[in-house]
């Protein structure tokens, strides 16, 4: 590993310096410098393949960085003291591994043995993830969100300092999944650190404070959802809903105000316009009053930046 060692600021869980890691040929992640501050919500979006689940594992320590350095939890990840760190540590891998024979909470009394945290916050973790009344019951009647709760419930244990989770609301239902937000608010609250993968990129737009869009082992783009709207500069789409008798006057008059020409739909006109030009957009259709039916702008979606950025 280089020489190189991130600066450990103080309040900083996370600092990744020329992180790099090649399969052969292949560099699945390629010279990324990251920090995350402590107690953020951090998302981590690509495409397959992109080196999301290869960035987790270096964090974690289960993958060696063919070159570049880590530190987690203000420790040098791979050092001597890593070891005594990763009890700070919390995982939820894509794919959690559980064992069939065994029930809910003999499945966390395996992984707290591993993890060597206490036994007795096992039930209140089941109940944490809504799995109190299946506690009992084999991991193999589980079904796919069920599973999924429980890897949670494990990645909990021992109150992890910092929370790596890997697509963590895949086969969960709209309940679950707002449940489990709830509970990774109340753990920010607590300065708990969370990084996210998700391909749901919906689900990550409200509830992340900022992320790092992937691409082919490097970070494209980091920010908030707001200064990657500022950066990707994407327009505005603005529905007007107008009687066909006013449709003319209103186009004039935004073609003049953005320098956009606006398409008409069936229900009036739609204009695809720069950020900036919004208020011009009002000042424009001020002078039609009511004879303006209904309005409806549409910010550029996390997706829609996704698209912009990682094609
Ligand atoms: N152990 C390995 N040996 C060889 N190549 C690997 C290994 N692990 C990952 N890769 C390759 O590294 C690249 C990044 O994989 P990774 O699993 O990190 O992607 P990802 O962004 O998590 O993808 P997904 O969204 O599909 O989970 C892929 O091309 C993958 O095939």
Redesign the pocket.
């Known amino acids: 590993m280089a020489s190189i060692s991130p600066a450990s600021k103080p309040g900083t869980a996370i600092s990744l310096r020329g992180v790099r ?1 090649h ?2 040929a ?1 560099h ?2 390629d010279g990324v410098d990251l920090d995350i501050p402590q107690g953020e919500i951090f998302g981590l979006i ?11 594992k270096m964090m974690l320590g289960l993958l060696t960085p063919t070159s570049g350095s880590i530190l987690v939890a203000g420790t040098p990840v791979g050092g001597r003291n890593f070891r005594a760190a990763r009890r700070q540590l919390g995982y939820l891998p ?1 794919n959690v591994v559980l064992y069939d024979n065994l029930d809910g909470l003999e499945t966390l009394h395996f992984f707290a043995r591993l993890k060597g945290s206490p036994l007795a916050e096992c039930s209140a973790m089941l109940d944490k993830v809504g799995l109190a009344h299946a506690g009992k019951r084999p991991v193999r009647e589980y079904s796919k969100g069920m599973r999924q709760r429980l890897g949670f419930a494990q990645a909990l244990l021992g109150r992890p300092r910092v929370l790596f989770l ?2 963590p609301t895949n086969g969960l239902d709209p309940q679950a999944i707002r449940d489990f937000y709830t509970t990774l608010r109340d753990l920010q609250q607590q300065g708990v650190t969370i990084i996210i ?1 998700s ?1 749901i990129l919906a689900e990550l737009q409200e509830r992340v404070d900022r992320l790092a869009i ?1 691409v082919s ?1 490097k970070v494209e783009a980091l920010g908030s959802v707001h200064e990657l709207r500022e950066h990707t500069g994407l327009p505005l789409v603005v529905e007007i809903d107008l009687a066909p008798e006013d449709c003319h006057e209103a186009l004039h008059a935004l073609h003049v105000a953005t320098g956009v020409k606006p398409s008409q739909t069936a229900s009036g006109l739609q204009l695809q316009c720069p950020r900036e030009r919004k208020m011009a957009v009002f000042a424009a259709l001020a002078p039609l009053g009511t004879r303006v039916q209904d309005l409806r702008l549409h910010e550029p979606s996390l997706e829609d930046m996704f698209f912009g950025i990682s094609a």
Do not use: R
Not at 46 to 56: D, E, I, M, P, V
């Open positions: 890691k399969f052969g292949l699945a992640v690509g495409h397959n393949g992109a080196g999301k689940s290869t960035l987790f894509e890997d697509e993968t391909h992937l082992g």
